[in-house]
Structures are given as C-alpha cells and as structure tokens.
C-alpha cells in the first residue's frame, strides 16, 4: 500500500482568512508509539490500513469520542487512537478585533505584533492560560480567551482535556507597548485617510494622510485604531484602512515639491465657470458616493480615480487618455492660482509614478475625485487640506 502520510512540517503563524468550523487542516500531530494501527473508522473492529511507528506526523481533521479523525495525502481519511497521538500544532481563528502577540505569557512582555478578527494563527502548545505560537520566527504568546479552535484543547497532552478557564479579553498594545525601539505601528493603505477626533465617520477631521504614512498606535475602539501622528496629534482612523507592522514606526517623509505647488488656493477671486464646466460640474455631482472600483469607468457601478474624470468628460463629448499620468497632457497646463471650475488637478500619492491621482476642480477650493481612501468612492475634498497640499503636482485646462 502506498503510504499518505506526510513526513515533517514547518510551524509558522498563518495568516489567513474564510475558515469556519472547528476542525483545520493544519492540525498537527506526531505518533508517539511503534505499530499504531491506523483504520478505516473509529471502532478498533474496522480495518487496519497501516501501522505507523514513532516521530510519524499526521494531519488532524477532527476529533470523534476517544479517537482522532486523520487527513490523508490523497484526500481520504483515517482514524488513530488519540492515546497514539501528541498533537503539536493546532489553527485558530482570532475572535477578537485585535490581539497582541506577545513575548512572554504576561501581559507587561513587550509585543510582537497583532493580528485581527477573522485571522488564523496557528497554535503550538499551551503554557498556563496561555497559548504558544510562533510569529516572525520567535515564540509569541497569546491569550487563550482570544482565539477559538476546536482542537486547542489537546495540545498539552495526549488525551482530551477541556479549554482552560476563559480569561479576560486583552487590549490592543497600548501606548506603554509600543514605546522605545520595539512594538506595533500602522501604515495607511488607502489613497488618503481621514484622522478624526472621535471613532466615528461624523466626527471632525483632524488632517487627511497619504498613502504609506506611518501612525503610532494609542489604543483601540471597536473598529477604530487610536493613534498619534508625527505632530502630536491623537485621533481615529478606520482600522480597515490601515495595515499593521512590527518594529519600531519609521519616519514619514512627505514630500512637498516647490512653494507654488503647496501653496494655498484663494478662491474669493478665481474665475467663474464657464457653461460646460457648470453643466460638466453639475453632472458630476450627481454620481457622489458610487463606488471606488479598481479600473472602473462605469459611473453608476464603480470607477476609479481617472476613471471617473474619463467617463464625465466622455459624456460631453470630450475623449481623454485613461491613466492620470496622461491625462495631465491632454489639455493646457495651467499654474495653481489660476485655477477655474472644470480644471483638472493631479496628485502624486505614491508609486513610481510622479502622478497617481486625478480629481476635477468644481471652484470654491474644492475638488471632486473617486477615491479608495476612508471617503472610498466619488466624493468632494479641499483642495487646501494638508494631503492636497502636500500631494499636489499640477493642473490642466481641457474645456477652454
């Protein structure tokens, strides 16, 4: 017979997501006897398909009663007696909105990092109330109340044993955790986000940060990160914006490019619209709050950024390149204090492009743009916030 068991393992922390139920396929364990029958059902009357001797590893699928349900390589299953088996390795999927992983099993360690709800780490032993895994190549630790698995708790013996008592549930890494060289911080994944005052989306905005910027973590809020800026400032971004990372925060390094580019615009004195611009503007505003859909030029469904602008002007007859990087070449550059309604102004959010981004200035020091920032879809922004102002590259007049 052919063998289906896999010799050898690695362990490492997976990060993954959409598993359900209790039973996961990295469920590990190790024979810990010679000539374990290995059979074709739960009942020690059933067929024997192999016997394995000592140091074998197998695949865990499940539990059932005293015996332990297997995985074989060709898709099958198999049942071992779990007396037969010192499980080493168990998923588990975080319950909580975020989780340290931590150094020590104390709530004092320092953090090695954190991971989210829905999230999959895998599990490799028990110390006290306490988890084992192994992150980034270290042992971590976490709380046994915070992950869920139904095979968590046969990882400390060979026998099945119950769940330690629950705990209560661990904060984020608070501002003491990440202090000094060693800790969490977050980086913005989105074109722009919003930092507020309060964890919600009708609170005051304190400042609107690029794509890549880097916030120290304060605390958590549900679904919102409190975090602290290079300036000092302590608000809310939404946690599903940002990405979390290790080690110490690196520095933020926004680029402003000359003093015209940054400087502020006054519009008390710009130029009215013309009437295409009025009509194109006016169009425009009809479709806030469709969707920011990667390569999307559908104005109803989702659009990205250039998009957006390509379909608008499409609709009055005007046909532009479709990436922004063109688009600034398809009409007259124009300096920034002479903006007027229906210009189209660019930015650079990052990439190895100077240009990333367009929106269509509709006057009054505003803009309308489809972003995947925290506003995530067609929206109207200032064109004097610190993001533009620190972003923008230039302007260009299509409709003369």
Same mark, same amino acid.
């Given at each position: 017979?052919?063998?289906? $068991?896999?010799?050898?393992?690695?362990?490492?922390?997976?990060?993954? $997501?959409?598993? &359900?139920?209790?039973?996961? +396929?990295?469920?590990?364990?190790?024979?810990?006897? %010679?000539?374990?029958?290995?059979?074709?059902?739960?009942?020690?009357?059933? %067929?024997?398909?192999?016997? @394995?001797?000592?140091?074998?590893?197998?695949?865990?699928?499940?539990?059932? =009663?005293?015996?332990?349900?297997?995985?074989?390589?060709?898709?099958?299953?198999?049942?071992?007696?779990? !007396?037969?088996?010192? @499980?080493?390795?168990?998923?588990?999927?975080?319950?909580?909105?975020?989780?340290?992983?931590?150094?020590?099993?104390?709530?004092?360690?320092?953090?090695?990092?954190?991971?989210?709800?829905?999230?999959?780490?895998?599990?490799?032993?028990?110390?006290?109330?306490?988890?084992?895994?192994?992150?980034?190549?270290?042992?971590?630790?976490?709380?046994?109340?915070?992950?869920?698995?139904?095979?968590?708790?046969?990882?400390?013996?060979?026998?099945?044993?119950?769940?330690?008592?629950?705990?209560?549930?661990?904060?984020?890494?608070?501002?003491?955790?990440?202090?000094?060289?060693?800790?969490?911080?977050?980086?913005?994944?989105?074109?722009?986000?919003?930092?507020?005052?309060?964890?919600?989306?009708?609170?005051?905005?304190?400042?609107?940060?690029?794509?890549?910027?880097?916030?120290? *973590?304060?605390?958590? +809020?549900?679904?919102?990160?409190?975090? /602290? !800026?290079? &300036? =000092?400032?302590?608000?809310?971004?939404?946690?599903? #914006?940002?990405? #979390?990372?290790? =080690?110490?925060?690196?520095?933020?390094?926004?680029?402003?490019?000359?003093?015209?580019?940054?400087?502020?615009?006054?519009?008390?004195?710009? +130029?009215?619209?013309?009437?295409?611009?009025?009509?194109?503007?006016?169009?425009?505003?009809?479709?806030?709050?469709?969707?920011?859909?990667?390569? =999307?030029?559908?104005?109803?469904?989702?659009? !990205?950024?250039?998009? #957006? *602008?390509?379909?608008?002007?499409?609709? #009055?007859?005007?046909?532009?390149?479709?990436?922004?990087?063109?688009?600034?070449?398809?009409?007259?550059?124009?300096?920034?204090?002479?903006?007027?309604?229906?210009? @189209?102004?660019?930015?650079?959010?990052?990439?190895?492009?100077?240009?990333?981004?367009?929106?269509?200035?509709?006057?009054?020091?505003?803009?309308?743009? /489809?972003?995947?920032?925290?506003?995530?879809?067609?929206?109207?922004?200032?064109?004097?916030?610190?993001?533009?102002?620190?972003?923008?590259?230039? &302007?260009?007049?299509?409709?003369?």
């Amino acid at each position: 017979m052919v063998s289906f $068991f896999k010799k050898g393992f690695s362990i490492g922390l997976a990060l993954a $997501f959409g598993i &359900a139920g209790n039973a996961y +396929a990295a469920t590990k364990g190790i024979i810990n006897a %010679d000539d374990v029958n290995i059979r074709t059902q739960a009942s020690t009357s059933s %067929d024997v398909l192999k016997r @394995l001797s000592t140091g074998v590893t197998v695949t865990v699928a499940d539990s059932t =009663g005293d015996w332990y349900k297997l995985t074989t390589a060709d898709g099958g299953t198999a049942y071992v007696k779990q !007396d037969f088996v010192t @499980l080493t390795q168990a998923d588990t999927v975080v319950d909580e909105e975020f989780i340290n992983i931590r150094s020590a099993a104390d709530i004092s360690s320092s953090v090695l990092g954190v991971v989210s709800k829905g999230q999959v780490i895998t599990v490799t032993g028990v110390e006290g109330d306490w988890y084992t895994v192994t992150y980034n190549g270290q042992k971590g630790y976490v709380y046994n109340d915070n992950v869920e698995g139904g095979m968590l708790g046969y990882l400390d013996g060979v026998t099945a044993k119950a769940k330690p008592a629950a705990v209560p549930a661990e904060p984020i890494a608070a501002a003491a955790d990440v202090a000094g060289g060693d800790g969490v911080y977050v980086v913005v994944t989105s074109t722009s986000l919003n930092l507020r005052e309060e964890p919600t989306t009708e609170s005051d905005v304190i400042d609107c940060f690029e794509n890549g910027y880097a916030f120290s *973590i304060v605390g958590v +809020a549900g679904e919102w990160i409190k975090v /602290s !800026d290079d &300036a =000092g400032n302590i608000g809310y971004v939404k946690a599903e #914006f940002v990405n #979390f990372k290790n =080690g110490a925060k690196p520095e933020n390094n926004v680029t402003i490019y000359d003093a015209q580019r940054a400087s502020v615009v006054n519009y008390e004195n710009e +130029a009215p619209a013309t009437v295409k611009a009025d009509q194109m503007i006016s169009y425009a505003k009809q479709f806030i709050g469709t969707p920011y859909v990667y390569g =999307g030029t559908d104005l109803t469904a989702g659009v !990205d950024c250039s998009g #957006f *602008i390509y379909s608008v002007y499409q609709n #009055f007859g005007i046909t532009l390149d479709r990436r922004s990087r063109d688009q600034i070449n398809d009409g007259e550059r124009v300096a920034k204090e002479d903006l007027r309604p229906g210009d @189209l102004i660019f930015f650079n959010t990052g990439g190895e492009s100077e240009i990333s981004h367009v929106g269509m200035y509709i006057g009054n020091g505003e803009y309308i743009h /489809s972003t995947n920032g925290a506003a995530n879809g067609v929206t109207i922004s200032d064109i004097n916030s610190n993001y533009a102002l620190n972003t923008y590259v230039g &302007a260009a007049r299509i409709i003369d």
